[in-house]
């Protein structure tokens, strides 16, 4: 079944500086890669998604990017701010056929 | 409210008891999971349901657990002869179709075996 890692499992930043999290899969089937944000004590949420037909991503100050070659994909967010402290999962699945699969967390702390 | 709620938020039980956990979906969403997640982990995938049909339980945790969606809206949750090691949040999530992909969360049970 699908394997999915997680780098760092905690990253710093300074207020404006950019936070990079990465992570790879074991499927190559796997086609859908979501990115969950998750605050303490509140569910995970959606923040944004990548398919395998495309390479990048942007949502303002997200992106996302996926090397399927390599089965890793990345989340990138610009610009941090205090309010983008949280818990990020990444996650990968064969959209409509298999369950996603989650990675363990990275926790982000933006230093004001 | 239009999101995935679910009941109830904290259970606290002794170890040996029977718990059941609720789970309502997006009213217009096919399918509903389960998802387990300890302290400082992902959510780990549990079991999954399209309609009333369920498609995946080989991932449950053990016999002790069972789910139901028998009408195909909300769906339970079951732990029987509950252990310490059960201790865990019991997140629900649902989507629309499948080929959209993306779940939506609800606010989970946290459940805690004494």
């Given amino acids: 079944g699908e394997n999915v890692e997680q780098h760092p499992s905690t990253l710093s930043v300074q207020e404006g500086d950019s936070a990079v999290i990465k992570c790879t899969y074991s499927d190559s089937a796997s086609n859908y890669f979501p990115w969950y944000k998750q605050e303490l004590g509140k569910r995970p949420q959606l923040i944004i998604d990548i398919r395998s037909n495309v390479g990048e991503k942007k949502d303002q100050r997200i992106a996302v990017t996926l090397n399927k070659t390599a089965k890793h994909f990345s989340l990138h967010i610009t610009e941090t701010q205090p309010e983008d402290s949280a818990v990020y999962f990444c996650a990968a699945s064969i959209a409509g056929n298999t369950p996603l699969v989650f990675g363990k967390g990275t926790r982000l702390s933006v230093i004001a | ?114």
């Fill in chain 2, 1 to 114: 409210d239009t999101g995935v709620s679910q009941d109830p938020r904290h259970k606290i039980t002794k170890r040996g008891q029977n718990v059941t956990f609720r789970c309502d979906p997006i009213s217009e969403h096919n399918r509903l999971y389960w998802y387990r997640q300890t302290l400082g982990q992902g959510p780990e995938f549990l079991t999954y349901f399209q309609n009333e049909a369920q498609l995946e339980k080989s991932r449950l945790l053990s016999d002790r657990f069972s789910a139901e969606r028998p009408k195909g809206s909300f769906s339970t949750l079951e732990i029987q002869r509950t252990e310490q090691g059960d201790s865990a949040m019991y997140l629900c999530a649902s989507s629309q179709s499948p080929e959209t992909g993306g779940l939506f969360f609800g606010s989970g049970t946290q459940l805690s075996v004494l």
